[in-house]
């Protein structure tokens, strides 16, 4: 099934204690494409400037990612710099510059307007809404993911968006801000009466945990010897999960589940080298060497 | 097989958002026995006051548990107290009061001498090792639980003492204090070199993590829609998992999987309710629901 996602595509500074990079790519919807893309087609909508050459745009040369929504505006791209701490469990941005990406207003081709399953990254909630409004049916599987800046400034917005998403994915102090609700169950019974029926959160390096008004389902993070750069984790998760879920085409239990899966073999990948070099080359048979890894990890016999 | 714990039984003051208790048995012993009592024997090596009446000893009774080595000294019972903040993420030690517990010198009865499985609970590194020395033959199954006041000031007999040790069961500061490593899958490295070929990092909320020299196992904490008192989770979680060992008497690795299920299974039930109010009464029925809960909550095919 066809899966579109709006979001950010940018230019990210990183500084780990393994390293430093002045440029890289980066952007939920870049993480997300590429990781989505190991499963399905993507077509991307998001603003670039004039920064934004051939070099950028060939990293996602040779996938299954359509750039035709991905537009060009006058100006330098949205940048990003941060800086993790020595065991990088804390991260403080140095520069935010939205440049371009200030007066983005999503528009879809109109090879997109077809589209079934629907990632609304981490934007204003006014713009996830419009995305929403332009696609001519509706949609199968729509996904969202928001922060504390929404919640605070923008709660009526985001209300509005929730109504039609499917499944929100969030973080454990997110979904505590959404709900005014510490205990993360009760929590959920909230999110469910704005909307989505299911909700993932996601807790970084405790993993993530899914709450369905049928089920529940908890995935831990992959324990990894090293983790080079932690950027664009929780994109790349969300890449995964609606890839996954997005070439099967359903939201049965199992497809779920295993979404929950694929997000965390994306995530873990992720981190292993900087930006979003890692997913860029990642192979299928390392996917699934890694969804076995997780069988084996979580897997007992009662008898 | 047969099990033996030592370390402390208590009385404890708590304050949680739910209420209120003044004195309530605790102590890891207390919490360990009871728990571990619902798969195998018990034996207990500790030290209460005069202050332990029979009404506290019948907290024990009707439960396969043996008090034969739990010593009655002059003076008062070994006292904590302490409250949780709002939503129970973190507790404020008020009072602790080590009394009769000052001058304990475990002495194991002649009937304990046998034990093939030993559980030494978090106390003086130098007594878990004479435990040791006690028993007759060496046991087939050694646990060890410690804190960083041990790990700062007796880090040479904690040494001594894990030389000994086949599981250590120890918290994630705790392993990074222990090891000076910051990544848990190194840090184990480092607790191999020291003795114990298997250890249990129990992380709270997050759930815990078996690191073994041959493979690694997650369980997640079970989601709970109210906790009512977090006091005692890790000691139960650290009875059903040597209980539930101790009762099959083998270190395979499905067995070692099931430990860290039925461990989670008794941390999650502990905290249902005040003190050891819950695993006391706890039924083997509900034992075995909530472990296919667990299996519920992580389960999940390829294909």
Same mark, same amino acid.
């Given at each position: 099934m066809s899966l579109l996602v709006v979001g950010s595509v940018a230019f990210d500074a990183l500084e780990t204690p393994h390293g430093k990079v002045d440029r890289t790519l980066g952007g939920a919807a870049s993480y997300f494409a590429l990781a989505a893309s190991h499963f399905t087609p993507v077509r991307v909508v998001a603003v670039v400037g004039d920064d934004f050459t051939d070099e950028y745009r060939a990293?996602?040369?040779?996938?299954?990612?359509?750039? @035709?929504?991905?537009e060009r505006a006058a100006g330098k791209s949205f940048f990003w710099s941060g800086r993790y701490n020595a065991n990088m469990s804390e991260r403080t941005t140095l520069v935010t510059e939205l440049n371009v990406f200030a007066n983005f207003k999503p528009i879809l081709p109109p090879?997109?307007?077809? @589209? @079934?399953s629907i990632f609304l990254a981490n934007i204003d909630p006014s713009l996830q809404l419009s995305v929403l409004k332009q696609v001519r049916r509706k949609p199968k599987i729509v996904g969202l993911d928001t922060m504390n800046y929404w919640i605070e400034r923008a709660p009526k917005e985001l209300r509005e968006t929730l109504k039609h998403t499917d499944i929100l994915m969030i973080n454990d102090e997110e979904t505590r801000q959404l709900t005014g609700e510490h205990n993360l169950l009760r929590a959920a019974q909230r999110v469910f009466k704005m909307g989505p029926k299911t909700l993932v959160i996601k807790k970084g390096e405790h993993g993530a945990l899914m709450i369905h008004d049928k089920f529940l389902f908890s995935v831990p993070a992959f324990p990894l010897e090293e983790v080079f750069d932690p950027t664009g984790a929780g994109d790349s998760f969300a890449g995964g999960f609606m890839g996954y879920l997005a070439s099967t085409g359903s939201l049965s239990e199992h497809n779920l589940r295993r979404a929950m899966v694929y997000g965390s073999v994306l995530g873990s990948y992720a981190v292993e080298r900087f930006g979003v070099e890692r997913i860029t080359k990642l192979k299928r048979k390392e996917i699934n060497s890694r969804a076995r890894h997780f069988l084996n990890l979580t897997s007992f016999k009662l008898q």
């Open positions: 990293i996602f040369k040779g996938r299954p990612i359509d750039l @035709s929504g991905l090879d997109y307007l077809n @589209s @079934s």
